[in-house]
Nanobody, 125 residues
Framework: QVQLVESGGGLVQTGGSLRLSCAAS????????MGWFRQAPGKEREFVGTISWSGGSTYYADSLKGRFTISRDKAKNTAYLQMNSLKLENTAVYYC??????????????????WGKGTQVTVSS
């Protein structure tokens, strides 16, 4: 089993930045792909981005490229989501997830068997 705990969410004004963290414990973290998803009120959970087990490759939702950056520190068993130039529509609960899939299906929730409980990000004007 893998346990994931997100932190770093909060209230931020439009144009501001936040960095979310996802601390992992349990099975060997370094061999897993890490993904970030988000769910806004009344909407489906959607893909944000993912990072390979080595940290050398990342993939993002098109709408977030250039503003969101995913990184990981394998020594700390932690992944990060840096969010810049935040917009009102970025308000959501952000979840980290982990699995072993790196490929076409990695944007799908079903590719990730392990999930954190989420952290709320609220962007205000």
């Amino acid at each position: 089993q893998v346990q994931l705990v997100e932190s770093g969410g909060g209230l931020v004004q439009t144009g501001g930045s936040l960095r979310l963290s996802c601390a992992a414990s349990g099975r060997t973290f370094s061999s897993y792909v890490m993904g970030w998803f988000r769910q806004a009120p009344g909407k489906e959970r959607e893909f944000v981005g993912t990072i390979s087990w080595s940290g050398g490759s990342t993939y993002y939702a098109d709408s977030l490229k250039g503003r969101f950056t995913i990184s990981r520190d394998k020594a700390k068993n932690t992944a990060y989501l840096q969010m810049n130039s935040l917009k009102l529509e970025n308000t959501a609960v952000y979840y980290c997830a982990t699995g072993t899939t790196w490929g076409a299906s990695m944007t799908q929730k079903t590719a990730f068997p392990y999930w954190g409980k989420g952290t709320q990000v609220t962007v205000s004007s």
